[in-house]
């Protein structure tokens, strides 16, 4: 009898191992983590990140000290810790570096840890201010400037989150870095890079910055969905390449660039938090949708955003810091 209750507990046990393995096996696939992502989750959060409570999010103004609440308390809802210490989730920001007149502002930031490569930093930025209130008393809601790059990282780090709890979590360190007073400089980034890096800038492997993803400009109006990229090849071709191997496999958006001429009169590549980055030789993609009739007016509000192509978007943007983030090699630096 002895016999038969151990052979069976050795078959439970074997069949526990064989299960065990076989949904870890199916669950190192990003498409799993990536469906997390969803147009009714960014809608709900951007709804909330773009309203009126929030008075268009000025640098160091009462409706920005709102908006960083908020992702502070997404982060701890999510179980997503910060690199500064329990509960800081703010890198502060002091007037004395921001422009006259500016008050003390503060980055955003959250982490998850690599399992492998914990030294090695990807990171994903976007802004989290906009231009605040009108001289008239209208609020600009800054819905795709930057409140969808911003609700953009938010779904990502809770989709590399539910990876890490299923035993997937990146190899390397991603950073989730939300930066303040890009409307008036670029001044959150150029204060990580030149004055606070949390993590050292050697180590940052990529900078992956989103900055308005959630409209259609007029050249595309109509046609299949689509972004800029800025930037994917100044510093590593492997990088841009990585870039359109991920989209051919995942999402097949169409890939613009436009903007990524050299010669562009916009100069889009020197406009946006990424060119922080890139100037310490840190390689770089700007995923932009193209300004519209309503950029930096009151009527860049939520209402006209589209999920849909926000969902895709956010995916390529995951999609790419999943194959970053868990490659064998850093890409390269030309």
Not at 323 to 330: G, S
Request: charged letters at 25%.
């Amino acid at each position: 009898m002895k016999n038969v209750i151990a052979f069976l507990c050795m078959a439970v046990l074997f069949t526990s191992c064989i299960s065990s393995q076989n949904k870890k096996k199916n669950n190192d696939n990003p498409e799993v983590y990536a469906k997390t992502i969803t147009a009714e989750a960014l809608k709900k959060n951007l709804y909330i990140y773009a309203s009126d409570e929030f008075e268009g999010r000025g640098t160091g103004e009462p409706g920005q000290k709102k908006a960083v609440e908020f992702l502070k308390n997404f982060y701890i809802a999510n179980e997503i810790s910060s690199p500064l210490g329990e509960g800081n989730y703010f890198q502060k920001v002091p007037s004395s570096f921001l422009p006259s007149g500016t008050k003390d502002s503060e980055n955003v930031v959250a982490y998850i840890k690599g399992s492998e490569k914990p030294d090695e930093v990807l990171i994903i930025s976007a802004h989290l201010d906009h231009i605040g209130v009108s001289s008239n008393g209208e609020i600009n809601n800054g819905a795709d400037d930057d409140g969808s790059g911003t609700v953009a990282i938010l779904e990502i780090a809770k989709a590399f989150k539910a990876a890490e709890k299923a035993g997937h979590g990146p190899k390397r360190t991603i950073l989730f870095l939300h930066v303040t007073a890009e409307e008036i400089g670029l001044q959150g980034s150029k204060y990580y890079t030149d004055v606070e890096p949390i993590f050292p800038l050697k180590n940052t492997v990529t900078d992956l910055n989103i900055d308005m993803i959630g409209r259609v400009d007029q050249k595309h109006e109509g046609k299949k969905n689509y972004l800029y990229l800025i930037g994917s090849d100044k510093l590593s071709k492997e990088l841009h390449e990585v870039s359109e191997a991920v989209n051919k496999k995942y999402v097949n958006l169409d890939l613009d660039y436009t903007y990524n001429d050299e010669n562009d009169p916009n100069r889009f590549y020197y406009r946006s938090d990424h060119y922080n980055f890139a100037k310490n030789n840190i390689p770089v993609i700007f995923y932009f949708n193209g300004t519209h009739a309503d950029y930096h007016r009151p009527s860049d509000t939520p209402d006209k955003i589209n999920y849909e192509f926000l969902e895709t978007r956010t995916r390529l943007v995951f999609y790419t810091a999943w194959e970053l983030a868990n490659r064998e090699n850093r890409v390269k630096l030309d």
